[in-house]
């Protein structure tokens, strides 16, 4: 398998869900997943494959550049539609849990999931980076185009809210 075949392999399933959850269209994700993997032939043909730096970054900047300019050219508001009803299970360790365990685990994942859906767009993208994609702050701040620092904040303040939320529903 060629070396474009081999990144297309192990990055195109993670690019679709996240610009599925940009654009909340799979068709739209798909274009542009293949949009970004096109650029990506391009700049290899054009031997400028030095100029993309960090792979996994560069290629979820791309995807999501192009997911905000259809935003934009459909006329809708620049702003996320992040849908994470659909997100996969928060990272949790393995267990060997029984039916009753595993379904009241996926309840609180469910109850999670809405709490996430309640932030503000600029929260739910860091977020979604973080928890589903596994992203460090500073793939986050280069996909997003933030300092690192800001996505710190934002991601502190994400958190802090979704926890206080959670609290006040236990009291």
Not at 39 to 63: E, H
Request: with cysteine; net charge neutral; proline share 3%.
């Amino acid at each position: 398998m060629t070396e474009i075949g081999e990144i297309v392999k192990s990055h195109e399933a993670p690019l679709i869900r996240y610009a599925a959850r940009i654009l909340c269209d799979r068709d739209c994700a798909l274009d542009a997943v293949q949009e970004t993997f096109i650029k990506l032939v391009r700049i290899s043909q054009a031997g400028r494959m030095d100029k993309i730096g960090k792979l996994k970054p560069w290629l979820y900047k791309v995807t999501r550049n192009y997911c905000f300019d259809q935003l934009k050219s459909a006329r809708k508001k620049f702003e996320m539609h992040l849908d994470i009803s659909n997100m996969e299970d928060l990272p949790l360790e393995e267990s060997s849990e029984g039916p009753d365990a595993a379904a009241e685990r996926e309840d609180s994942l469910q109850h999670i999931r809405g709490k996430i859906a309640e932030l503000k767009p600029s929260e739910k993208e860091v977020v979604l980076l973080k928890l589903e994609h596994g992203k460090s702050y500073k793939e986050i701040a280069y996909i997003t185009g933030l300092s690192v620092g800001n996505v710190g904040f934002i991601l502190h303040h994400a958190m802090k809210r979704l926890a206080e939320g959670l609290r006040n529903e236990l009291q």
